[in-house]
């Protein structure tokens, strides 16, 4: 029965009240925007990067879509600590700015209890991030650098450039002149190696480039030219043509066991897997690194709940006053604290140093000032010591006034 009570008393306290749903909802659409805005700005540099190389290499656009999508985990985990501290600090500063904050404390409601619906969205969000860096990212960051290694190394560029040469492993192919698609040539030389047992050199008049949208071989046309034949143990043979057509493969030797296996690197592997590396050894992977990064990673998942008491603390308005750099410095908090947790990283990994002093300490001062900076924002210690008179019970009568209330005025 006491076990019973006691399960019903803390899912009493945990179950949102009116208060807690407004709030949740004001903070909502300030997320999703902040949220999009940031993960833009990180993936801008990046996506001109991905076009210069599809451009460079003819890829399709299926190819960008495929690298853009393994690049959003990574962003996204430094987009949502951003995200959620801008959005909370905008409702908290809007509702202070309008009396709102002002209003609920004058009817009992403490700031500690106006920040615990975004505490307890950011202890949700602190386990979505850990399964976001601790196994989504290391596959999506293997993902990415194998789809970039192939689309880098593809071994054939189907829009070709005036006096370019298109390399693959086996066929070197320039034009003294392409027209701005690149599907027209004039002036053509072609060497051609596919066959090991001689080498033709082709040159033509023309020539007419086919890309294929299924990413099947590609057709090349050529009109009035010649093909050398060199065998190196027979004279070479002259054979001239109007017209001729070849196919290219766009593969080349890349298949999927061109690149490396996913995990040479620490910040491939899964936080299974590193615990698993750090006990029983990992072959390719130094134990330092081990250690270094999936302490990183817990550093910075057990941080995030305390991310909304930062901006809860640093969002409050005085009054009479017009401007608050509360957000200049929480953005300069944040960045510092990655700056310092990736720091510790280094250290441990090159310097042998104990994560307990280089990531942990750096964390648990962060959720320090945190709380210290929202105890200060509610009056200090003192408030939270001192306990004020004793106030009888209140009920509300059916039209919503506390009963004692109107017991006075009658």
């Not at 002149?177 to 599907?183: E, Q």
């Not at 008049?205 to 990413?215: H, I, R, S, T, V």
């Not at 190196?232 to 999927?256: A, H, Y």
């Amino acid at each position: 029965m006491n076990r019973m009570s006691f399960h019903s008393r803390i899912l009493e306290k945990l179950a949102p009240t009116t208060m807690d749903r407004y709030l949740l909802r004001q903070v909502v659409p300030p997320f999703s925007i902040a949220l999009g805005v940031v993960m833009a700005a990180l993936l801008l540099e990046r996506l001109l990067v991905l076009f210069n190389l599809l451009a460079a290499n003819g890829s399709s656009m299926k190819t960008f879509f495929a690298l853009l999508s393994d690049l959003i985990p990574h962003y996204l985990g430094l987009a949502l600590p951003a995200a959620m501290c801008v959005s909370v600090f905008s409702v908290i500063r809007r509702m202070s700015a309008n009396h709102e904050i002002d209003a609920l404390m004058a009817s009992g409601v403490s700031i500690f209890r106006i920040c615990q619906p975004f505490v307890l969205t950011g202890a949700i969000f602190g386990f979505l991030a850990f399964s976001l860096y601790g196994f989504i990212q290391p596959y999506a960051r293997y993902d990415y650098r194998s789809a970039f290694y192939f689309a880098s190394h593809a071994g054939w560029t189907p829009h070709l450039q005036s006096k370019m040469f298109a390399l693959s492993d086996d066929i070197v192919l320039t034009a003294e002149n392409v027209d701005h698609a690149g599907s027209r040539m004039w002036n053509v030389f072609i060497r051609d190696g596919t066959d090991k047992a001689h080498v033709r050199f082709i040159s033509a008049q023309k020539g007419y480039l086919f890309n294929p949208a299924d990413g099947s071989n590609i057709r090349l046309d050529l009109v009035d030219g010649t093909v050398i034949t060199d065998s190196q143990d027979k004279p070479p043979t002259i054979t001239s043509f109007s017209r001729t057509t070849r196919m290219i493969s766009t593969k080349g030797k890349l298949d999927t066991e061109a690149y490396r296996k996913r995990g040479e690197t620490e910040r491939e592997l899964t936080v299974p897997e590193l615990y698993y590396g750090i006990r029983y050894g990992n072959p390719t992977i130094s134990h330092s690194y081990m250690i270094a990064e999936l302490n990183f990673r817990l550093a910075r998942t057990a941080a995030i709940p305390f991310i909304p008491i930062l901006a809860c603390a640093l969002a409050g308005v005085r009054k009479r006053q017009k401007n608050n750099p509360g957000l200049a410095i929480a953005a300069i908090t944040l960045v510092g604290f990655d700056h310092t947790l990736q720091m510790g990283m280094s250290f441990v990994a090159n310097m042998h140093m104990s994560p307990l002093l280089v990531i942990w300490l750096p964390t648990l001062v962060f959720c320090l000032i945190c709380v210290g900076v929202l105890i200060r924002q509610a009056g200090g210690l003192r408030i939270l010591l001192e306990q004020g008179p004793a106030l009888p019970p209140r009920q509300l009568s059916a039209d919503g006034l506390p009963r004692r209330m109107m017991e006075h005025q009658a």
